[in-house]
Structure formats: structure tokens, C-alpha cells
């Protein structure tokens, strides 16, 4: 049974306990953003929690951004931030249940947050969402944490051996512009389709 379930995740959202939130966008999701040139490119971005990336997309041209949480407290909260912002699609799903297809899928404390168990389901549910040719971009946690999780850290090798199998890796490495608090503990990652 996967205690990490919607109940878990409104009490999270709710009580305000989301330490990893550090409350802008992530500097290499955004270095990599503000190099794509396409702004009508379809992006996902599971687990949103407070979706900062999706804010950064908006305030930078992007108009077909689908974020999706299993939270729905968190989805609320989404949308008030975000001023019910109509060039967004909130779904409040579960994302292992998510239908559709998309260009750009973003990273960013989604895959830290499910149960390693799952591991493996993510990558394979990744590798239908995305369309031919499609992008996995984000960042992922290249450390072990000292407590139980969420959030649950990981390294390279282990990261490599259970991506490559569904899609191909074309950058996994140490991010030179983490925020100071996480300099030398996360990975930027871009897989295709």
C-alpha cells in the first residue's frame, strides 16, 4: 500500500511542511527554459506542488502547460498563486493514471517525493507521456538522505541503470548552478524519448 497517497500529500500542503520548496524556480530548470526557442511546445510538470517553474514559463511567452498533483490542496494553491491563470491545465490526478502526450516534461522534486518502490513506474510512465523525440529535463537529488523520506535521494549509477532501459540519456551530471544550500547535491538530467 502506498502511504504517500493524496491524504498524506493535502496534510503536507496543508500544514505548510514542504521544506524542499525553496520558493523560486530552479536556477538550472530556468537556465535550460530560457534556451528553448518554440513557446507553443506542450510541457507537463508533475507533482507541481508550488509550480514556480510553471510561473517562470508563463512570465517567459509558454502558453500549453499542463501541471498535474495528486494534492488537490496543493492544486488549490496553484491556482490562487497563480491567479487562476488560464494558459495552465490543473489536474488534480494522480500521475500514474495521467492520459496524453507532451513535448517538455520538467523534473523538479516530483521523483524525490514518490516511494523508491515506484522508481522504475515512473520511468516507464515518462517514456509514454512523452512524445517521439520528446524531453525529460529536471533535476534529481544525487545524495543519500540521513532520515526516511520523502524526500528519498538517489546517486548517478543508480539514476542511469533505471532511465536508460526506456529512454536515452543525453546529460546527467552534478549541476554547476544549484541554489548555495544544494551546490554539489543535484543532478541536471535531459533524457529523450
Same mark, same amino acid.
Given at each position: 500500500?502506498?502511504?504517500?497517497?493524496?491524504?498524506?500529500?493535502? #496534510?503536507?500542503?496543508?500544514?505548510?511542511?514542504?521544506?524542499?520548496?525553496?520558493?523560486?524556480?530552479?536556477?538550472?530548470?530556468?537556465?535550460?527554459?530560457?534556451?528553448?526557442?518554440?513557446? #507553443?511546445?506542450?510541457?507537463?510538470?508533475?507533482?507541481?506542488?508550488?509550480?514556480?517553474?510553471?510561473?517562470?514559463?508563463?512570465?517567459?511567452?509558454?502558453? $500549453?502547460?499542463?501541471?498535474?498533483?495528486?494534492?488537490?490542496?496543493?492544486?488549490?494553491?496553484? @491556482?490562487?498563486?497563480? $491567479?487562476?491563470?488560464?494558459?495552465? #491545465?490543473?489536474l #488534480?490526478?494522480?500521475?500514474?493514471?495521467?492520459?496524453?502526450?507532451?513535448?517538455?516534461?520538467?523534473?523538479?522534486?516530483?521523483?524525490?517525493?514518490?516511494?523508491?518502490?515506484?522508481?522504475?513506474?515512473?520511468?516507464?510512465?515518462?517514456?509514454?507521456?512523452?512524445?517521439?523525440?520528446? @524531453?525529460?529535463?529536471?533535476?534529481?537529488?544525487?545524495?543519500?538522505?540521513?532520515?526516511?523520506?520523502?524526500?528519498?535521494?538517489g546517486?548517478?549509477?543508480?539514476y542511469?541503470?533505471?532511465?536508460?532501459?526506456?529512454?536515452?540519456?543525453?546529460?546527467?551530471?552534478?549541476?554547476?548552478?544549484?541554489?548555495?544550500?544544494?551546490?554539489? $547535491?543535484?543532478?541536471?538530467?535531459?533524457?529523450?524519448?
Open positions: 500500500m502506498n502511504t504517500l497517497n493524496a491524504d498524506y500529500w493535502n #496534510n503536507r500542503h496543508q500544514a505548510g511542511d514542504t521544506p524542499w520548496d525553496i520558493k523560486m524556480p530552479s536556477p538550472p530548470i530556468t537556465s535550460y527554459i530560457d534556451q528553448l526557442k518554440d513557446k #507553443n511546445i506542450s510541457i507537463l510538470i508533475p507533482g507541481a506542488g508550488h509550480s514556480h517553474e510553471a510561473t517562470y514559463l508563463i512570465d517567459h511567452g509558454f502558453e $500549453n502547460i499542463t501541471v498535474c498533483d495528486i494534492s488537490e490542496v496543493a492544486i488549490q494553491k496553484m @491556482k490562487l498563486q497563480m $491567479n487562476n491563470r488560464i494558459l495552465i #491545465n490543473y #488534480n490526478i494522480d500521475f500514474f493514471v495521467l492520459d496524453g502526450t507532451f513535448d517538455l516534461i520538467i523534473e523538479q522534486t516530483f521523483f524525490c517525493a514518490i516511494d523508491p518502490v515506484f522508481r522504475s513506474k515512473y520511468v516507464d510512465k515518462m517514456s509514454t507521456l512523452l512524445k517521439p523525440d520528446g @524531453k525529460l529535463v529536471g533535476v534529481l537529488f544525487g545524495i543519500e538522505f540521513p532520515h526516511k523520506g520523502p524526500p528519498f535521494g546517486h548517478i549509477s543508480e542511469k541503470s533505471l532511465f536508460s532501459p526506456k529512454l536515452h540519456i543525453q546529460t546527467m551530471e552534478i549541476c554547476y548552478n544549484s541554489i548555495p544550500q544544494r551546490m554539489g $547535491n543535484e543532478l541536471f538530467f535531459i533524457c529523450k524519448n
